[in-house]
């Protein structure tokens, strides 16, 4: 296959894709007799857009999906994506309401035909997105969390759990969302630090004289206060447990109450009691019997409990509330403070605790095996310090909320009879009441979204169907995804794979960080500094965005995204696709690499040096330090390959044509396994170069993972190679001091310290005097005979010296005159420095970084004028 001129990433990337698929190279052989490694795909939400924190993730897929297939396992990636629930049905409420149609007046089903419709348009972009950055997934096994079998799955695991006794239904508060209407989780609530004010209040004790003085952030919740509670060991207040104060506003006479929780240190160590509206209330409500007075309604209005207030939103009521308090004279003072305050983490509004009818799933008995499972190493984070994060949850760990008052999701499988109201909980809808026969109801709640991605390893591979897939791919190998969603998914994957299956759903939790802008700031709307991935492969290409962004990744860690590291990364995807284009002119018609002698040092080198790739990219592939091995590979192909081997072929073949076949035999399939070795990181480009030059199978991405051959002389050439390419930089360091143009040959004398070393520069002498330009090179052992050669250049090499003449080459009156005037201008900018340096004022005044700059300054200024005293002496 011949390669154009110019490397078009956009082709080449469109062409392969399509090739691979079309071949079927994404799906797994099926092969019993070699190791199963299995991935499953984080389900994106079906609303979603790829972002770079999907694309960090995918390639990080990716890239351990393809090393797995090139060691000849069978592989799947198995992909698909999530109803996302809340963000969906927002979604097309919002799309409804530019129709200025309401879904409560289109209806549930109506509405859900709506949604179907909505995501089968719109529902596969993400998907689309994941094709363009090249991950080899297998399509064929597609998966949607609403698929009929998945819904089968879901379904299955709530009746078991209702059945054993782990999932039950009742009236407890649950964290409100006022704009979605829903209940959420305590993990879908995402606190921040806000400005607040304490308010303290003075409740009147009822028929003696005095006042209880309470304080509260939230005084419109006053309204539904049915206790004040201390606690019952403070003396200051224990002696009123059983007494009566009256509510301002209300008038309603409630007791002072004695309970543990009571924090004496808090305010005035009396806190007024709202089981209707904040957790820890709710709980002193049951163990006391308080009733519950919901002031509060689902849609952030005051209700009719409210009084007055009946009807205001919440916060409009908060206000009137302070000023009908201040008009009393019974606010004692009011002190500003910063709490944390409680958000939905899908729209953002403040949480309202709220009591309501829900269902819950008895968390305690199915996190106790999923922690043992990590305690004993069953399951291991990458890194390891987020096992400590996980078991700290789950050692505390609450009763999981599963209920949202939602349309589009899995319909809880519970029906309630119209006439006896008994609760079913079946797998099938019933016709009727089991008990009385008569006419039943669905719940009109739907789950939790991530009660179904709980299942998503074992759902999306059949069960509860025993099927091959699930015999072959479960437990899965590896689950990559970001360390933010611990809690989210990780931990509740591990509780339901444990108790449904009775095997881990993974062996390995992979966990990648943020990736942040430029300048480390988290990627935002608000901020405009969000990055498009597809804008970015539009521009550079996908194989340049994903080897940009696992360069600069580790485990667990956030990194950074500029353009500029994609624009080197797409820099060199065309040094490599220039070096194999180079490589691909100069080999003969049906060209077929033969043996290579290896005789020479630079085949025994390149060898080496390719060997110890091989073995460091394997070794951190399989402990997932992919930033390391594509660095790894990264300096191997720009360095060893195209930037010393190709030249020092070159030279070769230019002196020896005889050596050509040899020589163009080991450039060959040194770039064919260098392939294979970067093709994880950078699928396409690795294709195309590959399939240009002579080789066995039909594409890169089912050939061989490249193993070390056997090299006896291969640290003995390493150590040749390592002393020629320090003489190399180092006469042209001395070339770049005088800027001699790359056409101007220049005389040089090299004088090593022993007769090895000379040996071994000579049998690289037309390498070394090609490569520093030389028009004639001196060699010489240091024997203290050897005089240092007059007006010229020193540079001390590994294993000897190096000297440059300097006659003929510039005019040297002239060169120390300019050496002379810089001397002085580093003198006079020295001595600015350190007088800077020595004011007392500008230490203590001026800030640490300047003053570190200062210092750093002056130490590169003294190097600079030793450089220059011994370009003096050279010049002398």
């Known amino acids: 296959?011949?390669?154009?001129?110019?490397?078009?990433?956009?082709?080449?990337?469109?062409?392969?894709?399509?090739?691979?698929?079309?071949?079927?190279?994404?799906?797994?052989?099926?092969?019993?007799?070699?190791?199963?490694?299995?991935?499953?795909?984080?389900?994106?939400?079906?609303?979603?857009?790829?972002?770079?924190?999907?694309?960090?993730?995918?390639?990080?897929?990716?890239?351990?999906?393809?090393?797995?297939?090139?060691?000849?396992?069978?592989?799947?990636?198995?992909?698909?994506?999530?109803?996302?629930?809340?963000?969906?049905?927002?979604?097309?409420?919002?799309?409804?309401?530019?129709?200025?149609?309401?879904?409560?007046?289109?209806?549930?089903?109506?509405?859900?035909?709506?949604?179907?419709?909505?995501?089968?348009?719109?529902?596969?972009?993400?998907?689309?997105?994941?094709?363009?950055?090249?991950?080899?997934?297998?399509?064929?096994?597609?998966?949607?969390?609403?698929?009929?079998?998945?819904?089968?799955?879901?379904?299955?695991?709530?009746?078991?759990?209702?059945?054993?006794?782990?999932?039950?239904?009742?009236?407890?508060?649950?964290?409100?969302?006022?704009?979605?209407?829903?209940?959420?989780?305590?993990?879908?609530?995402?606190?921040?630090?806000?400005?607040?004010?304490?308010?303290?209040?003075?409740?009147?004790?009822?028929?003696?004289?005095?006042?209880?003085?309470?304080?509260?952030?939230?005084?419109?919740?006053?309204?539904?206060?049915?206790?004040?509670?201390?606690?019952?060991?403070?003396?200051?207040?224990?002696?009123?447990?059983?007494?009566?104060?009256?509510?301002?506003?209300?008038?309603?006479?409630?007791?002072?109450?004695?309970?543990?929780?009571?924090?004496?240190?808090?305010?005035?160590?009396?806190?007024?009691?709202?089981?209707?509206?904040?957790?820890?209330?709710?709980?002193?409500?049951?163990?006391?019997?308080?009733?519950?007075?919901?002031?509060?309604?689902?849609?952030?209005?005051?209700?009719?409990?409210?009084?007055?207030?009946?009807?205001?939103?919440?916060?409009?009521?908060?206000?009137?509330?302070?000023?009908?308090?201040?008009?009393?004279?019974?606010?004692?003072?009011?002190?500003?403070?910063?709490?944390?305050?409680?958000?939905?983490?899908?729209?953002?509004?403040?949480?309202?605790?709220?009591?309501?009818?829900?269902?819950?799933?008895?968390?305690?008995?199915?996190?106790?095996?999923?922690?043992?499972?990590?305690?004993?190493?069953?399951?291991?984070?990458?890194?390891?310090?987020?096992?400590?994060?996980?078991?700290?949850?789950?050692?505390?760990?609450?009763?999981?909320?599963?209920?949202?008052?939602?349309?589009?999701?899995?319909?809880?499988?519970?029906?309630?009879?119209?006439?006896?109201?008994?609760?079913?909980?079946?797998?099938?809808?019933?016709?009727?009441?089991?008990?009385?026969?008569?006419?039943?109801?669905?719940?009109?709640?739907?789950?939790?979204?991530?009660?179904?991605?709980?299942?998503?390893?074992f759902s999306t591979m059949g069960w509860p169907e025993q099927t091959e897939d699930l015999a072959m791919f479960y437990p899965t190998s590896v689950l990559s995804t970001a360390y933010d969603i611990i809690f989210f998914w990780v931990a509740r994957m591990v509780m339901q794979g444990l108790h449904f299956t009775g095997e881990k759903p993974f062996g390995t939790v992979l966990l990648h960080g943020l990736v942040r802008d430029s300048q480390g700031r988290k990627m935002s709307k608000s901020l405009g500094n969000g990055v498009d991935p597809m804008d970015v492969i539009e521009r550079y290409g996908a194989d340049a965005l994903r080897i940009a962004l696992v360069l600069s990744s580790a485990p667990g860690n956030d990194q950074r995204y500029s353009d500029e590291r994609v624009e080197a990364a797409s820099r060199f995807a065309n040094k490599v696709y220039n070096a194999v284009r180079y490589v691909r002119m100069n080999l003969p018609e049906d060209f077929v690499p033969g043996p290579v002698a290896m005789d020479n040092v630079e085949d025994l080198w390149i060898a080496a040096k390719l060997n110890q790739t091989i073995e460091r990219m394997t070794e951190w592939l399989q402990e997932f330090e992919f930033g390391q091995a594509a660095r790894a590979i990264y300096d191997f192909l720009w360095d060893d390959y195209c930037d010393w081997y190709i030249e020092l072929t070159k030279i070769r073949m230019r002196e020896h044509p005889g050596s050509a076949p040899g020589t163009l035999s080991m450039l060959v399939q040194v770039a064919e396994q260098a392939l294979k070795l970067l093709h994880p990181f950078m699928p396409f480009v690795t294709e195309e170069l590959w399939q240009s030059l002579p080789h066995d199978g039909d594409s890169i991405m089912v050939a061989q993972w490249p193993s070390v051959r056997d090299l006896p002389h291969g640290s003995r050439a390493q150590e040749i190679m390592e002393r020629v390419q320090n003489v190399i930089r180092t006469g042209r360091n001395l070339r770049a001091e005088v800027n001699l143009p790359p056409a101007q040959r220049a005389v040089f004398q090299m004088v090593a310290d022993d007769q090895d070393i000379l040996a071994d520069w000579q049998q690289e002498a037309s390498a070394i005097r090609e490569m520093v330009r030389a028009e004639n090179i001196a060699w010489h052992v240091k024997d203290g005979g050897t005089p240092k050669p007059r007006h010229a250049l020193t540079g001390v090499c590994q294993g000897g010296s190096l000297y440059l003449s300097l006659e003929g080459l510039v005019d040297l009156d002239v060169e120390r005159a300019r050496v002379q005037k810089t001397m002085e201008q580093t003198a006079r900018e020295l001595e600015r420095v350190e007088k800077q340096l020595g004011d007392a004022k500008f230490r203590e005044r001026a800030p640490e970084q300047v003053v570190g700059k200062a210092q750093v300054h002056r130490q590169e200024l003294l190097a600079r004028t030793e450089r220059l005293k011994e370009r003096w002496e050279d010049l002398q």
């Open 1 to 457: 296959m011949e390669l154009s001129s110019q490397y078009s990433a956009q082709a080449v990337e469109q062409k392969w894709y399509a090739y691979w698929r079309d071949h079927g190279y994404f799906k797994p052989s099926m092969d019993p007799s070699v190791p199963a490694f299995s991935i499953v795909m984080p389900p994106p939400n079906v609303t979603g857009i790829l972002h770079v924190g999907h694309a960090l993730n995918n390639t990080w897929q990716d890239i351990v999906i393809r090393f797995h297939r090139m060691l000849g396992e069978n592989t799947l990636w198995l992909p698909g994506t999530d109803h996302a629930g809340i963000h969906t049905q927002m979604k097309v409420e919002e799309l409804l309401r530019s129709q200025n149609i309401d879904r409560r007046a289109l209806g549930r089903d109506a509405f859900i035909d709506e949604v179907w419709r909505w995501k089968e348009k719109y529902g596969g972009e993400i998907l689309r997105q994941v094709e363009k950055l090249g991950a080899s997934v297998d399509w064929s096994r597609l998966r949607f969390t609403m698929d009929a079998g998945l819904s089968a799955a879901v379904t299955e695991v709530f009746v078991r759990l209702y059945e054993e006794g782990l999932i039950y239904r009742g009236n407890y508060i649950t964290n409100w969302c006022v704009s979605c209407r829903t209940a959420l989780s305590d993990i879908e609530v995402e606190h921040e630090d806000e400005p607040g004010t304490l308010t303290y209040m003075r409740y009147p004790l009822e028929q003696e004289e005095g006042t209880v003085v309470v304080a509260t952030t939230r005084p419109e919740t006053m309204l539904g206060d049915t206790a004040v509670a201390v606690h019952p060991d403070d003396p200051r207040w224990q002696h009123l447990i059983g007494h009566f104060v009256r509510v301002p506003l209300t008038g309603r006479v409630i007791p002072v109450i004695g309970d543990a929780y009571v924090d004496p240190q808090y305010g005035t160590g009396a806190v007024k009691v709202t089981p209707a509206h904040d957790p820890n209330d709710f709980q002193m409500g049951q163990r006391h019997q308080l009733p519950q007075v919901q002031v509060i309604g689902e849609d952030g209005l005051m209700t009719s409990e409210a009084g007055k207030y009946q009807g205001m939103d919440r916060l409009a009521a908060r206000a009137m509330v302070l000023e009908d308090l201040a008009a009393l004279g019974v606010i004692e003072r009011e002190e500003a403070l910063v709490h944390s305050v409680g958000h939905c983490e899908k729209c953002g509004t403040v949480i309202e605790p709220l009591v309501s009818l829900q269902w819950f799933v008895r968390t305690q008995p199915l996190a106790e095996p999923a922690l043992a499972a990590v305690q004993s190493g069953s399951v291991k984070f990458v890194p390891e310090r987020f096992e400590k994060i996980y078991m700290n949850w789950m050692e505390n760990i609450r009763d999981w909320c599963i209920s949202r008052q939602i349309w589009w999701g899995h319909r809880i499988p519970a029906y309630y009879c119209d006439n006896c109201h008994q609760v079913t909980v079946s797998r099938v809808a019933p016709k009727s009441c089991p008990g009385c026969q008569g006419p039943v109801h669905q719940d009109e709640d739907v789950l939790d979204t991530w009660f179904s991605s709980a299942l998503w390893p």
